[in-house]
């Protein structure tokens, strides 16, 4: 039990800025097993992110809340996975080689394709927050947040490692995770699902079509990181975590159009 405690700060060490605590530690070998509980630390960004939302929606008009409430999460995590979502447009949005497309991901420039990217996501999920009622974007986020990162850490499982290893920035991701640690971070999205549908079980077609937009996306990046590069790298998993994200947020505001969904959630 020690162990998996440490093995969900070393993920929060890696993916927010939230330091672990010292008697943690660290093996190298930390941070491939600590993939497990990524979905596990989605969850908790997102329960910040809907704090914040709930919290400035009672205060402020909807679009300064969920302004708010995705500067809340970009300051806890550093904007690590929008970092990843830029670097991986820049490099995979022109027609460049396999090694081009490495080389420009390592450059911490960002390009033309990279603003887009970040434009267009962010724009989208900041437009798809302000028009969901705040009954629905507190569970969207907690949902979107988690499964997510559960989504990365499958590509982690089905894909080789594209980068050079010897020089990569977290070199133990650049193994696969075990069948147990996927199953691990399944099971934290799945969690997640079961327990808005039992709060409210209005919620299940939400969360169900959440799912299968998420699986869709997941499946797009495998096959776009696969023909493109070989294999994923730390931005593409960035890259990946972005997309389903506002995937499954996306998925609730669909649900926006199911008879009597705001009249039984708001």
Not at 8 to 15: D, N
Not at 65 to 91: I, K, N, P, Q, R
């Amino acid at each position: 039990m020690a162990h998996e405690l440490r093995l969900f700060f070393i993920a929060m060490q890696f993916l927010t800025r939230v330091p672990a605590p010292r008697w943690v530690g660290f093996e190298p070998d930390w941070l491939n097993q600590s993939a497990r509980y990524f979905p596990a630390l989605g969850l908790c960004v997102g329960a910040v992110a809907a704090l914040v939302l709930w919290v400035a929606g009672r205060v402020f008009p909807p679009a300064v809340a969920v302004g708010l409430s995705m500067a809340a999460t970009l300051v806890l995590t550093g904007g690590f996975h929008e970092d990843g979502l830029a670097d991986t447009f820049d490099a995979l949005g022109g027609a460049v080689s396999r090694e081009r497309a490495l080389a420009i991901m390592k450059d911490s420039r960002i390009g033309s394709y990279g603003a887009l990217a970040l434009l267009i996501v962010l724009g989208l999920k900041a437009a798809t927050l302000t028009a969901l009622p705040l009954a629905l974007a507190v569970p969207a986020l907690l949902l979107a947040h988690t499964t997510s990162r559960a989504c990365a850490v499958l590509l982690i499982r089905w894909l080789p490692y594209a980068g050079d290893v010897e020089h990569a920035k977290a070199k133990p991701l650049a193994q696969r995770v075990s069948a147990g640690g996927v199953s691990v971070a399944l099971a934290w999205a799945m969690l997640v699902g079961a327990l808005l549908v039992a709060w409210r079980p209005a919620q299940a077609p939400l969360v169900v079509l959440s799912l299968l937009l998420a699986g869709g996306g997941t499946l797009w990046c495998f096959a776009w990181l696969h023909r493109r590069l070989g294999g994923y790298t730390g931005d593409g998993l960035g890259a990946t975590q972005q997309i389903t994200e506002l995937l499954v947020l996306l998925a609730w505001l669909v649900g926006l159009g199911g008879p009597g969904v705001v009249r039984w959630l708001a």
